[in-house]
């Protein structure tokens, strides 16, 4: 778990700037009305990061867990991450994450054999949350690193602050 966590921590040191720098035309911008800006994608990874966080801890201390999912697109809205901050998305988006390369760091040897249910999903191991937290993370830094289209698609306006 150690390196997992040694690649958490890297993710981070090596995506800050790049986020730091994008300026807010560019993360707030709608690719389409149904698709996320950048702004709702950090904001994604920083609801990940707290449901992943009850996950690491609860998961250890009973031995197991059965822990609801989390309606992604719901969380996104409630928390109005399309017109939010740029700056406080980023510095909370980095602080979880380097706090949670702690938390991997520290999870049992046992983690293998903690069986996890999330949601309706069949059962899987703490170990295996915690690397698919980092998978999942990646999927989407991806999508972050690219850069907005020039040319709009049909129907795509130029986005709105909302
Ligand atoms: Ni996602």
Known sequence: ?????????????????????MPEAEVAHKPAHDRWSKKEIVGHLIDSACNNHQRFVRAQLEGGLTFPGYEQEGWARCQGYAAADWELLV??????????AEVIGRLPDSAPSIECRIGESGPVSLAWLAEDYVRHLDHHLTQLARSVPQDTAPGDAPAPAM
Do not use: F, K, S
Request: overall charge positive.
């Open 1 to 21: 778990m150690e390196q997992l966590a040694a690649a958490l921590r890297q993710r981070v040191a090596a995506t800050l700037p790049l986020l730091r720098a």
């Open 91 to 100: 510095e909370l988006w980095a602080a979880y994450n380097r706090h949670l």
